[in-house]
């Protein structure tokens, strides 16, 4: 590609926007030429307001990028087509479908618009077909709004796509998530050092809504979603009740076989990689992968009594968040031979 798309990052200081920042510094195709924060920031360069958390080095390109204020002219002014969205939600809902009419193609982190009927909640491996829900939207005379699944739902879509098959008649998810989860600043670390809240605020009732709406399936989902110390990955345990008889080498097969259909630059060769070591996956090997965080790790696959139970592993800020979003904005750019 001679010339990158212009693309804008808002809501570039918080978890999910440094993500966005550290992906995009070195992006084959994308270019962020417009960030911004919340209004304080506006003026500031980058490097100099904002709290870095993820556990890798700052790209030194983003270090001067000056952060803008939230201004439909200015963006247009600066070339900006693709908006990646990491605003809380309660903005987004009044900021992404301003975006979207005001002709920008958004990828956002938010469950504000998730469960708009024309709005897809994309998992390109998982449902690529339901990009074409953009072209309701008005795409390609208006903008349009494409959300990423929450984090652990991404991770359990990645797992269970490739069951699908099999008929899911009912999900049982146990999940172990980061604090990163919950953004920055997040939880008081008074309340989550040496410690685990049971309690994640509407995550159960999001990862029901949003599986069922990824995998267009209709099993009974049995959730508990626990907030735990660690940093960064969600730990997930799953039990799968099937319609049909499926063996544990049914599973690892599909695992193995289970390629996204286009070929992107943030899709990893192999996006579940299973291990038989009974002590994995753990958090600490969330960034493992290429590119890093993209990869879903599974481990712990056993049967009793027809069901099938494992664990999963997926970086919630990378692929549950920023690098969904990423990966997704380069489905629609090569479903709609952008380059
Ligand atoms: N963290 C995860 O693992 C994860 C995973 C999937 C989806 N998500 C979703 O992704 C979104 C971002 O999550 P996060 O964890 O990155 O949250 P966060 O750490 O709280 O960051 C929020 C960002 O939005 C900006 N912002 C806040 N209020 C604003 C306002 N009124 N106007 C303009 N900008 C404003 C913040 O700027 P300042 O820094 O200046 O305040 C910051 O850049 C949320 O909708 C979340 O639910 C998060």
Known sequence: MDKKIKVAVIGATGAVGQVFMWMLSDHPWFEVVYATASAARVG????????????????????????????????????VTIVFSA??????????PQLRDNGFHVFSNAAAMRYDKNVPVLVPEANLETLDLIKEQGYPEKGFVVTNANCVTTGLAMGIAPLKKY??????????????????????????????????????????????????????????TVRVPVLFGHLEAVWLDFEQNVEVEDVI??????????????????????????????PKYAFWGNPQGMVVYAGRLKKKNGKIGFLLLVNNVVKGAAGGSIQNAEAFVTRFNLI
């Open 167 to 224: 008929g899911i008649k009912s999900i049982t998810l146990h999940s172990y998530q980061s604090v990163s989860g919950a953004g920055y600043p997040g939880l008081s670390s008074f309340d989550i050092t040496d410690n685990c809240i049971p309690f994640i605020k509407g995550e159960e009732e999001k990862v029901e809504k949003e599986i069922k709406k990824i995998l267009d399936i209709d099993p009974e989902v049995y959730a508990f």
């Open 87 to 96: 605003l809380p939600a309660e903005v987004a809902r009044e900021a992404e």
């Open 44 to 79: 500031l360069k980058y490097a100099s307001t904002v709290h870095w958390v993820m556990p890798l080095e700052m790209p030194a390109n983003i270090r001067d990028i000056e952060v803008k204020e939230f201004n439909f002219a200015a963006m247009k002014e600066a070339g």
């Open 253 to 282: 097969r599909d695992w193995e076989n289970f390629k996204v259909v286009c070929d992107l630059p943030s899709t990893p060769a192999q996006p579940i990689q299973y291990g038989s070591d009974p002590t994995f996956p753990q």
